[in-house]
């Protein structure tokens, strides 16, 4: 066990790693962040900021002496950095499980080769394809990138096997997946805790409703039969024991209208539909990354409240003028947290904010006038 006062590292500063950073200091822990960048959402709230290479070995070797575990608030960090820290220090996730995840390839033969239902895919691993070889029934589909692809980017529609070539041409020809679009009535996700004592915790479903690929409103609990959610759970953590997980892992579904559920993706991480936690649960998916990585037992997972949570896109901003938070904090069931982003951008992920009530309509017709009203003084 890690005991609170010790010094835990992360791999990159992004919002997850700021809030992995915030519920650590909770627990007396400090915190050395490592990011190429040189003002970051983790950096600036962590005890250290390493600004270096995530292949940087003179970082990592500082890291790695300096801390007592190190997880990754990313996907994309070099598994081989995960890799070479694991024999300095504690280390969760694993390098196999994060270098699965960040590769959509590799995640999709991982799901299929362990029996996990998925929409129908084709691997395209960058030679061209024989397209009249292909099955008529994955499309109309999406060409999706093995690598670095995050909040639908890195995809393409694509309608009719005529317009493969070109939507290849748009990948640079990399590696990719070329996947059925399936008819979904809804999108869900968990966020299972799996410690290294192999106990797991399960966080209640999650509703997703996206916008542009982005995730706009998660809805918890999410509002499908008790069977459905319990089902998941437990794909979850049939996922987390096939790879042998130690961490938080975020899995995302689709349901579709016959009630089958089809594994979407995975994340090696806590996850942002699982903001919800901060405020709905005793346990945040933050303080659980923590406690897993410390070996602490696991907080109870179950929910308080009703929540939704909603994102704020650097859209909402005007400029440099944020939105009148007032909008948010003049309801006291509303919570509202930023990450301490400076530039606001397009399809940017400033912040969020968690509505509670003692049923989920309210919270869900509280947060989407908040919601409208946020967009509607733009
Ligand atoms: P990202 O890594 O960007 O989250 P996803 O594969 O999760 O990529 O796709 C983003 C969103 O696009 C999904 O949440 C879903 O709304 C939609 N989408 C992706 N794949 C499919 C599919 N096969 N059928 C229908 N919708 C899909
Ligand atoms: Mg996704």
Not at 79 to 100: E, G, H, N, Q, W
Not at 185 to 191: A, N, P, W
Not at 223 to 251: K, N, P, T
Not at 337 to 348: D, E, F, N, S, V
Request: include cysteine.
């Amino acid at each position: 066990m890690i005991e609170p006062g010790a010094m835990l590292g992360i791999l990159g500063g992004g919002q997850l790693g700021r809030l992995f950073v915030m519920a650590a200091h909770s627990m007396g822990y400090r915190v050395t962040v490592l990011d190429p960048a040189r003002d970051s959402p983790a950096g600036r709230v962590a005890e250290r900021h390493l600004c270096a290479d995530y292949l940087d070995f003179v970082a990592l070797d500082e890291l790695g002496s300096t801390c007592a575990g190190v997880t990754t608030e990313f996907e994309n960090v070099p598994a081989d950095a995960l890799r070479y820290l694991s024999k300095f220090c504690l280390i969760s996730p694993d390098a196999d499980s994060v270098a699965t995840a960040q590769d959509r390839v590799r995640e999709k033969k991982f799901f299929t080769r362990h029996g996990f239902a998925l929409a129908p895919y084709l691997v395209l691993d960058g030679q061209r394809p024989l397209i009249a070889t292909i099955d008529p029934a994955l499309f109309p589909g999406i060409l999706k990138s093995s690598r670095f692809g995050y909040d639908g980017k890195g995809q393409v529609s694509v309608d009719s096997p005529g317009e493969l070539r070109g939507a290849l041409i748009h990948m640079n020809n990399g590696g990719c997946v070329l996947e059925k679009r399936v008819s979904l009535v809804r999108e869900i996700s968990v966020i299972l805790a799996r410690g290294r004592d192999q106990q797991t915790a399960c966080y209640p479903v999650a509703e997703n409703r996206h916008v542009n690929g982005i995730l706009d409103v998660s809805i918890i609990p999410a509002e499908i039969e008790e069977s459905i959610a319990a089902q998941a759970c437990e794909i979850a953590r049939q996922v987390a024991v096939q790879l042998d997980y130690v961490g938080i892992l975020g899995i995302e579904f689709f349901l579709l209208d016959n009630n089958q559920l089809l594994i979407n993706e995975m994340a090696p991480r806590p996850h942002n539909s699982g903001h919800f936690t901060l405020d709905a649960c005793v346990t945040s998916q933050f303080e659980q990354q923590v406690r897993v990585l410390c070996g602490l037992p696991l907080g109870g997972a179950g929910l308080l409240r009703p929540a939704v949570m909603v994102n704020l896109l650097g859209d909402l901003w005007q400029g440099d003028s944020p939105p009148d938070w007032r909008l948010i904090l003049d309801h006291p069931d509303a919570k509202l947290h930023l990450y301490g982003k400076q530039t606001a951008r397009h399809g940017r992920k400033m912040g969020h904010f968690t509505v509670l009530a003692d049923t989920l309509n309210a919270a869900l017709a509280k947060a989407l006038n908040i919601k409208q009203a946020l967009t509607a003084v733009r």
